[in-house]
């Protein structure tokens, strides 16, 4: 699993803006900037949309004020991501589709939900500086606590 100090893992993503498709890579991304990466198991699930993405819409302007990006990873594809994205009021949030899992893995924080979703992130948070984690905020099953908006704000 990934930890403090560790570099982020190399990544191609592709992502939905408003002007279409793009890619980017986790070095583009997460280079030379702080930031928030949140993972949800699952959009539209229930505690992701009740509860974990509001909160980090609701809190962006005060990530901003501290110089903090905003970004959501799921294991979805990115049509998927932008749906949710736009159902959300969350346009200032960069939504992160990892559709094959690829990057989850890479940190060792996927879980196999078997027939009932597949692959999936465990619900977790990372504080990233300049491509490099400095915090890991891991969920125990069915919990939302240690990742929210609120808890990280503290982080930063």
Do not use: Y
Not at 14 to 28: C, L, Q, R, V
């Amino acid at each position: 699993m990934i930890k403090p100090g560790d570099t982020l893992p190399q990544h191609d993503f592709t992502f939905i803006t408003e002007s279409g498709k793009a890619n980017a890579d986790t070095h583009n991304l997460f280079g030379n900037k702080k930031a928030v990466i949140f993972a949800v198991p699952g959009a539209f699930t229930p505690t992701c949309s009740q509860a974990h993405l509001p909160g980090f819409v609701a809190l962006e302007d005060e990530f901003q004020t501290k110089g903090v990006e905003l970004f959501c990873l799921s294991v979805n594809d990115a049509f998927v991501m932008h749906a949710w994205q736009q159902s959300q009021n969350a346009g200032a949030i960069t939504m992160l589709a990892d559709g094959d899992g690829a990057f989850t893995r890479a940190l060792g924080l996927a879980k196999d939900t078997g027939a009932f979703g597949g692959l999936r992130a465990q619900r977790f948070a990372l504080v990233v500086d300049d491509g490099v984690v400095t915090q890991v905020c891991v969920e125990a099953p069915g919990q939302f606590e240690v990742s929210s908006a609120e808890a990280m704000l503290q982080l930063v």
